[in-house]
């Protein structure tokens, strides 16, 4: 069965998310849930966790890169 990953629930913490991402990445997962919101403080649930767009579009090409090197494509 797929492996999907949640690490804007998991963490609870958008400076986690990055981290825990490219390690689910890496240790294969395939999928990624990952909360976005252009303002998060205005959020009405989950702000605290939610990239904001720009920083969502620097980890997917971050994401790209971990993929590579352990032989996956996104």
């Known amino acids: 069965l797929p492996v ?9 913490r958008w400076t986690l998310v990055k981290s825990v991402s490219k390690a689910a990445v890496a240790a294969g997962a395939d999928g ?3 909360e976005v919101h252009p303002n998060p403080a205005e959020a009405t649930s989950d702000g605290e966790q939610s990239l ?4 969502f579009m620097e980890l997917m090409t971050e994401l790209r890169l971990v993929a590579e090197a352990v032989g996956r494509s996104l």
């Open 4 to 12: 999907v990953v949640d690490p804007s629930h998991a963490t609870g």
């Open 32 to 34: 990624l849930i990952i």
């Open 52 to 55: 904001k767009p720009k920083r």
